[in-house]
């Protein structure tokens, strides 16, 4: 299986910038109706491109901070006897992993290097980090979400051009699940035989948790290594 998709955008330097929102009173109290505050966030980010030399796909990147992530969902894939079991497109259509990339089981993590040179899977401590600087658990959800392509209204702000999409999972005994409503994604640590993941979710929140099983099927982020 090849995927050709190709994007070639350049921007220049962005800073971000959110700011406070609430809904007052006719006497200047907070009535009823108050909107979430959302915090004045300033990140500077530098958006480019990198391309896999692999296979030749090109994906958009942002540097948050000091980290620089794949602004995409990974796509690499290996043709080996067991891919359909290590490699997963959202109900096994081709269309799915050219838009959210492959949602790869745990075993693919550790018979191939899925991420390119020079890059690898990011750690829950790296996560974190990434979470801190968009406003912390509370807020991250709605920044690093993608304008577009959650249910129920759920679209994102994706105030970093992170763009976290709803790419959905493989769970091994119920199928394909939760496609505009979930995205997981894996993280390189374990703990007592279990593998860790972090969740974003059509409510804006995050959770990262270490009771996965290794046999389903989540996106990846590759982060780069740091010089």
């Known amino acids: 299986m090849q995927l050709n998709l190709k994007f070639h955008k350049f921007f220049p330097e962005l800073i971000i910038s959110a700011f406070f929102f609430s809904a007052c009173g006719d006497n200047g109290s907070d009535s009823q109706s108050e909107e979430p505050i959302i915090p004045q966030i300033d990140i500077q980010t530098n958006i480019g491109t990198f391309t896999d030399e692999r296979d030749s796909q090109v994906y958009e990147t942002v540097q948050i901070g000091t980290q620089t992530w794949m602004a995409e969902n990974l796509k690499f894939f290996v043709n080996d006897v067991n891919s359909d079991i290590l490699f997963k497109c959202y109900n096994d259509e081709v269309v799915n992993c050219k838009k959210y990339g492959f949602l790869y089981t745990r075993p693919a993590l550790f018979f191939f290097q899925l991420c390119p040179n020079g890059w690898h899977l990011p750690s829950l401590d790296e996560w974190k980090m990434l ?3 968009v406003g ?12 577009e392509g959650w249910s129920n209204e759920a679209d994102g702000l994706d105030i970093a051009g992170f763009s976290v999409l709803p790419a959905g999972l493989f769970n091994p005994g119920r199928g394909y699940l939760a496609i505009n409503e979930q995205s997981t994604f894996w993280a390189d640590d374990e703990q007592d ?3 860790c993941a972090i969740g974003f979710y059509t ?3 995050t959770s990262m948790s270490c009771h996965h099983d290794g046999h389903f099927g989540y996106s990846v982020r590759c982060i780069k290594n740091f010089d």
Not at 136 to 147: D, I, R, T, W, Y
């Open 131 to 133: 979470i801190n600087l």
């Open 136 to 147: 912390g658990e509370q807020f991250a959800g709605a920044n690093l979400k993608s304008k």
């Open 193 to 195: 035989g279990l593998y």
């Open 203 to 205: 409510n804006n929140s």
